[in-house]
């Protein structure tokens, strides 16, 4: 698994909401908490297009 540069971390924005990012090196994705969107990272690649991104579930 590869790392997110982070300052890429600081310029990337969630395309739907504009707010801020993190990164789940687990699961090679891009995290909008305020969207509650995941957007995939494919071949170092963050494809931020809200219609590849997974919903996330809502925590209990």
Request: proline share 7%; with cysteine; net charge negative.
């Amino acid at each position: 698994m590869q790392n997110v540069d982070p300052r890429l971390l600081e310029i990337l924005v969630c395309p739907l909401t504009k707010g801020a990012l993190h990164y789940d090196k687990e699961k090679q994705e891009l995290i909008s908490d305020k969207a509650r969107l995941a957007y995939p990272i494919r071949d170092s690649i963050p494809i931020m297009l809200a219609e590849e991104a997974r919903k996330l579930e809502d925590k209990i």
